[in-house]
């Protein structure tokens, strides 16, 4: 009798659908690309997921590796109105010369000043609220008086001489694949839409500027107009208010225009609106995903909205995260579905992948099970892995670009590295990661280990102790001094690395009476200043605010003055003998005598491990 012969069912991807509105979507999905479709959004079992809604860090740092996902965190940086205002301003200030590309805009109300300042006669301005979509709550005036200044808008310049088709304004909708970050890999489509106004364009002026319809080409706000004409022929692509990009091109081809130019200027600033944001897209990908090296988890299908002046100069409006992919005719449909196919195809999204990273978790489980070690890959293996996955990758994207283009890398690549590392530049003076880096730095480099017991060792006392702290612990000196005779001290501020700052002592002590007194704190406290005439040295010593004070009781005629200075650094602890009390005696003037109290200024900062009791303590005096 024969063996029946078992067939193994080819493992499938799995596309999660469950947060997309789009039919086109799931029809390219199951119909072409013959992948499962999973409705279950909360399901997580999935090769790659497609949402209509932006994507948290959490939500990608707990993703497997072989999974993909149609959204970057953090590209709200390009795709909300205000944030793209911000970068793209930002990025002027730096390179005024290239990020001309972009109407004049405030973010209100942080710009409401600035703005009544550029307001003049005969201005229009369209403003926009930050975070709205297809045109809604957009309006434009002319008189200032009209804007309210708390309100949360956007204010753009309005460009009074767009180029026309037909007589009526129009925009483009670009289509760009960017699919990774660090570093980035950014396509755009050879499809996209043209969307035209449905009343002829006039300038504005206080007649005409609340027709919309005249004034804006969104598509959302024309389809409403008793003037609107749908595509009703996918092939007749360059009838009504709707058109392909092609047609567009062809058309202003055959007006004489050099296309070819305009291509390569949309292409640019297209990458330098990219370059923008690509610092704080790599962070938060790199913070989620740290173990990842192919740089393939995040993909983003954006849609450019750029419109054309009269001399042919691309500006760029907005940018959308999730740009609509309804399919109202067939040209909508035709358009839509090849860009999305395109998309899904170019990024290599295999079921073997999977299979292939649960072989090599099992795997090492085992190992770990039988060594009892868990070996992870060094940094010139990781290196070495992510320039094999690199390799592949660019084969596979070369061999299936369909309707895209690569725009980066490119030939021109180390001009775009200019904008991305000042736009870098920009995010670390924001964050403040520069600082922490230095500080970083500064800190190992003058970190001072102390042994276990001296740390134990701290006593409770009426004089504040600080307690020792992964962090630095911040306080302020307030400044000694005297008319008769100064001595300056200069201590390097880790907070300000090129500046000094001045520490006044005073000395009225006679040169024996001096001596005496050193050798007693020295013999009692063990300072380590070493019968030097100092209070305070560098950073580098061990003395603390404890021992500070011990040494300067024992010296004569020293007065506290309140006197802000700018904030120290302590970096350590170390007491040697406990502090003074108040029942103790102070050696001055060659005798033992009682401690006399010094009154502190209020604006001293306390060290934050003092406890509370010590700190009431401290409010009046130190003894």
Not at 273 to 298: F, G, I, R, W
Request: net charge positive; charged share 25%; glycine share 4%.
């Amino acid at each position: 009798m024969e063996t029946p012969l078992v067939i193994k069912k080819k493992p499938r991807i799995v596309c999660n659908v469950g947060d997309t509105q789009y039919e086109v979507v799931k029809h390219v999905a199951k119909k072409k690309l013959c992948w499962h479709l999973n409705e279950d959004f909360f399901d997580d079992e999935w090769d790659l997921e497609w949402t209509d809604n932006a994507v948290s860090p959490d939500k990608l740092s707990k993703m497997r590796p072989y999974q993909k996902i149609n959204h970057f965190p953090g590209m709200y940086g390009i795709c909300k109105k205000n944030y793209l205002a911000w970068n793209l301003n930002r990025m002027w200030k730096l390179f005024p010369n290239e990020y001309n590309f972009y109407p004049k805009t405030w973010v209100l109300p942080g710009d409401w000043i600035d703005l009544k300042n550029n307001w003049g006669k005969n201005k229009f301005f369209i403003l926009k609220p930050e975070a709205s979509c297809q045109g809604k709550g957009i309006f434009i005036v002319n008189k200032i008086e009209e804007v309210n200044p708390n309100e949360r808008l956007v204010a753009q310049e309005y460009l009074k001489e767009p180029l026309l088709i037909d007589g009526l304004k129009f925009d483009l909708r670009i289509y760009v694949l960017v699919a990774g970050c660090s570093p980035m890999r950014v396509y755009i489509h050879d499809q996209g839409l043209a969307r035209l106004a449905t009343e002829p364009f006039c300038p504005p002026n206080s007649g005409n500027m609340q027709d919309m319809c005249m004034h804006l080409t969104n598509y959302a706000i024309n389809k409403n107009s008793s003037k609107f004409v749908f595509n009703e022929d996918s092939d007749a692509d360059d009838v009504g208010h709707k058109r392909s990009l092609v047609s567009i091109f062809e058309y202003l081809q055959g007006e004489g225009y050099d296309t070819k130019s305009l291509m390569k200027s949309i292409e640019d600033i297209i990458m330098k609106t990219l370059c923008s944001v690509q610092p704080y897209l790599a962070h938060l990908y790199k913070t989620c995903q740290p173990e990842d090296y192919t740089n393939s988890m995040c993909f983003e299908l954006l849609g450019f909205d750029i419109i054309l002046d009269s001399s042919l100069k691309p500006w760029v409006l907005e940018v959308n995260h999730s740009p609509s992919f309804s399919t109202d005719s067939p040209l909508d449909w035709k358009i839509k579905k090849k860009v999305i196919r395109d998309t899904l195809l170019l990024l290599g999204v295999k079921a073997k992948t999977r299979k292939k990273y649960f072989l090599n978790k099992k795997a090492e489980v085992l190992k770990r099970a039988l060594t009892g070690k868990c070996v992870k890959e060094t940094k010139e293996e990781r290196l070495q892995l992510s320039a094999i996955a690199q390799a592949a990758r660019d084969k596979w994207e070369n061999a299936h670009l369909g309707g895209f283009r690569k725009l980066f890398p490119c030939d021109d690549a180390d001009r775009y590295q200019g904008f991305i590392k000042g736009a870098n530049d920009i995010y670390t003076e924001l964050t403040g990661t520069n600082i922490k880096r230095i500080k970083k730095t500064q800190d190992d480099q003058k970190s001072i280990c102390l042994p276990k017991t001296a740390k134990n060792n701290i006593r409770k006392t009426i004089i504040p102790a600080a307690s020792p702290n992964k962090n630095d612990t911040m306080i302020s000196f307030p400044e000694i001094g005297n008319e008769k005779h100064m001595t300056q001290l200069q201590s390097e501020d880790p907070l300000h690395k090129r500046e000094m700052s001045p520490l006044h002592i005073s000395k009225q002590e006679s040169p024996n009476t001096q001596s005496r007194c050193d050798t007693f704190l020295n013999k009692n406290f063990k300072a380590d200043t070493q019968n030097k005439g100092y209070i305070f040295e560098s950073f580098e010593n061990r003395l603390t605010l404890v021992q500070h004070i011990q040494e300067a009781m024992g010296r004569n005629y020293i007065k506290y003055k309140s006197i802000e200075v700018p904030p120290l650094h302590i970096h350590s602890i170390k007491l040697n003998k406990p502090s003074l009390k108040q029942s103790d005696y102070t050696f001055s003037q060659g005798n033992y005598v009682m401690p006399r109290t010094f009154e502190f200024s209020p604006r001293i900062k306390l060290p934050a491990g003092l406890r509370n009791q010590e700190r009431r303590n401290t409010k009046y005096k130190l003894a």
